[in-house]
């Protein structure tokens, strides 16, 4: 076996096979009420045979009887005259027939009929059969009339097995009755040539057999084939259909390093590709090689040429190859027009791209559109512009919807609202009438000149009509509700936009979320949070800390926490601001533990906090007997050179937490900060230093107050 099938092929039509053989044709004769011949009829026909019973008097009554029923008991009652004997002719015509009805069982049966007789030209009648119904495009018919030429050892040609091969992979019929021609053609001893290889990769393809495909290319040479300018252009175009652009591109190699003559057909199905993918430099080279071998480009290719050069602003190139295409007698798509004047109107050749279409006597809407907005848009053009080509385009009397929608959207942006509302009646004069891309465009208009009232007249207006319009109309009016202080109707309109899967941009939401948060509206923030997450919509770190600051003002700590699980949900990193908003919050709402884990994880990512909201958490904490909690916190910020944070107030309540935590060596080590910094502990601490000192002394027998009154002399400096 050549090529493996995950599963057996055509096993079931193979057990059919051996069963049907020894069966008479006369057994596959169903019965069927399709308007068969009355008594009178069919008696006249037989009448007509007895008369003169021979092979072609039969096949011309058969011919002439539309009733497949009724052919088939004039043929049987044929079969039973003793002196009468069918030929290939006559089981060619009822086989055909029979297979012209799709009745595919008996097909077979009457063709193992056939064989079994004897005939000397079974073989050539049962290929003149899989001929037909190829033609007739009797697919099913024909495997099994090829099924019971393998069985009986009869050998079809390649050219033959090549055609079934091309009509059941054109017809999309499967990668199992692809195979199964293929294995009973290598059972037969016939060799494969190179377009049976062909169909047989483009099958596996097709059916995302990719290994089994590159595997049977890769052994083409062992097989004696050579691959032709279609095998190369199945494997790309198949690697690249099927996600391998990096194993096409090695297959690309094999092309150069070959020398095999490429045809038209190759460059049209591998070039468009990869420029698709954006492997320009591959499809200039695949251009290169195609020019050297004087192949002349069809239209998809010179489209594919254009569009590639005029995106890429070398818009000579592309008007060359737009006049090679005239020289040609080939008609440019207004696509090829529409790429080209987009090109010329990146480089601001604005004269450049109208002389084109006027060159070309160029009527199409779309090509004036593109020049149109060139025009609107582009540094070159000017309001007097824009105005007279779109005048000139009326008059032409070439242009459409868009065309208006250009103007209108154009004149809005640039608030010329007196032209904008005489460009809208004499659209609907004109009999274009008003759609979702003039409302939005009014919209836009009416925000740039303040009058919002109306917009949003306007938009009530579009969700009336169920209209869809584009992400820059909800930008900007919701924007402006947001600056003229209409929070709720920003809400409905940002609500709107999602609902019809319209995101906003980020800076849009963040206006939005800040004005919920001027007004107080920290609830809705919650919620709205919540529905833009499902649609890929996030805030910034910034945003997040209005928020908190909104909610720490309103004493919303829980919130503020549940805004802090989402940041770190969305990965979006705590600022400083961000941490110091959670501290205080936690603080001043006693919740302790909370607290020290946000200052802990503060200052464990090198972030300093506000030393007033720390001072106040300390001594909350402090307070609690918790001081201790935030030792991790209290050791780096230590050893932070400058101590910028750090002042003697602070030093002071956590040394006297911590002492009375029992925590005494961490004391200590605070002490030094103090005394290295020529600060003076306060009389708390001092007294419990003293106090410490005495009840040490006790025990050791020393005495330890003079020793601690020496150090902390010499700190201070005192002689």
């Excluded at 044929?78 to 290939?88: C, D």
């Excluded at 205080?584 to 006693?590: E, G, N, P, T, Y």
Aim: with cysteine.
């Amino acid at each position: 076996m050549i090529i493996k099938s995950p599963k057996p092929l055509l096993s079931s039509t193979i057990r059919l096979i051996s069963h049907v053989a020894s069966l008479s044709c006369t057994n596959y004769i169903q019965s069927t009420d399709q308007n068969p011949l009355n008594s009178t009829q069919y008696e006249a026909k037989i009448q007509s045979l007895r008369n003169k019973l021979h092979p072609e008097t039969l096949i011309t009554i058969l011919s002439s009887t539309s009733d497949l029923n009724s052919s088939l008991r004039l043929f049987k009652w044929a079969s039973l005259q003793h002196h009468f004997q069918h030929t290939t002719d006559t089981y060619y015509h009822m086989i055909m027939k029979l297979g012209m009805a799709s009745r595919v069982d008996e097909v077979e049966g009457f063709c193992n009929e056939m064989v079994k007789a004897g005939f000397s030209a079974s073989e050539q009648a049962l290929l003149r059969l899989i001929d037909g119904f190829v033609i007739n495009h009797k697919l099913d018919e024909a495997l099994r009339v090829f099924s019971v030429l393998g069985l009986n050892g009869y050998k079809p040609s390649v050219s033959l097995v090549n055609r079934v091969l091309g009509v059941l992979v054109e017809e999309k019929k499967g990668i199992k009755d692809v195979l199964f021609v293929y294995k009973e053609m290598v059972k037969t001893g016939i060799c494969p040539n190179t377009e049976t290889l062909n169909w047989v990769m483009q099958a596996l393809f097709d059916d995302d057999w990719v290994d089994s495909a590159l595997d049977q290319y890769k052994r083409m040479e062992k097989k004696g084939c050579c691959a032709n300018s279609r095998t190369y252009g199945i494997v790309v175009s198949g690697l690249i259909g099927k996600n391998r652009l990096d194993q096409a591109l090695v297959v690309l190699s094999d092309v150069f390093e070959s020398g095999c003559v490429l045809e038209l057909e190759f460059f049209s199905c591998v070039l468009p590709l990869l420029f698709e993918m954006g492997e320009y430099d591959m499809g200039l080279r695949l251009f290169g090689k195609m020019k050297s071998l004087n192949v002349v480009p069809d239209l998809s290719v010179y489209e594919v040429l254009i569009r590639y050069f005029a995106k890429n602003q070398c818009t000579d190139d592309a008007t060359d190859l737009v006049n090679d295409m005239v020289s040609r007698d080939l008609k440019p798509s207004d696509c090829v027009f529409v790429d080209l004047v987009n090109g010329f109107c990146m480089l601001n050749k604005l004269r450049e791209a109208k002389q084109l279409l006027q060159d070309h006597q160029v009527t199409k809407a779309g090509s004036y559109n593109a020049l149109l907005k060139g025009y609107c848009y582009c540094q070159a053009g000017s309001y007097a512009d824009v105005m007279w080509l779109f005048q000139e385009m009326v008059e032409k009397n070439i242009t459409n919807s868009l065309s208006w929608n250009i103007l209108v959207s154009y004149l809005s942006e640039n608030q010329r609202y007196d032209m904008v509302y005489k460009a809208v009646t004499r659209m609907i004069v004109s009999g274009n009438p008003l759609d979702s891309t003039i409302y939005a465009a009014l919209i836009i208009g009416s925000c740039k000149s303040n009058k919002v009232h109306d917009a949003l007249d306007l938009f009530h207006h579009i969700r009336e009509e169920q209209w869809i319009i584009d992400s820059s109309c909800y930008d900007t009016l919701i924007e402006s509700l947001c600056q003229t202080n209409k929070i709720q109707d920003a809400v409905d309109v940002f609500h709107h936009g999602l609902f019809n899967k319209c995101i906003v941009c980020i800076s849009t939401f963040s206006i939005l979320i800040k004005g919920l948060c001027l007004n107080a509206k920290v609830n809705k923030v919650v919620d709205l949070l919540h529905l833009a997450s499902h649609h890929g919509l996030s805030c910034s770190s910034e945003d997040y800390s209005i928020i908190m600051k909104s909610m720490y003002t309103l004493s919303k700590s829980n919130d503020l926490l549940t805004i802090v699980g989402r940041m770190v949900v969305e990965g979006c990193p705590l600022s400083s601001e961000t941490y110091n908003h959670i501290v205080k919050s936690m603080s001043d709402h006693q919740r302790s533990t909370e607290c020290a884990l946000y200052l802990n994880q503060m200052v464990n990512k090198g972030l300093l906090p506000d030393t007033e909201i720390l001072s106040g958490s300390l001594s909350f904490l402090a307070q609690k007997l918790q001081l201790h909690m935030l030792l991790p916190a209290i050791h780096k910020l230590l050893s932070v050179s400058d101590h910028c944070v750090l002042n003697h107030a602070i030093c002071n309540v956590i040394i006297d937490g911590l002492w009375k935590e029992g925590y005494k060596h961490e004391a200590r080590l605070v002490l030094d900060v103090i005394l290295e910094n020529g600060w003076v502990p306060d009389s708390t601490t001092h007294r419990l230093l003293i106090s410490s000192g005495s009840s040490e002394a006790d025990e050791k027998g020393g005495d330890t107050q003079d020793e601690i009154t020496n150090i902390l002399s010499e700190g201070f400096g005192e002689p």
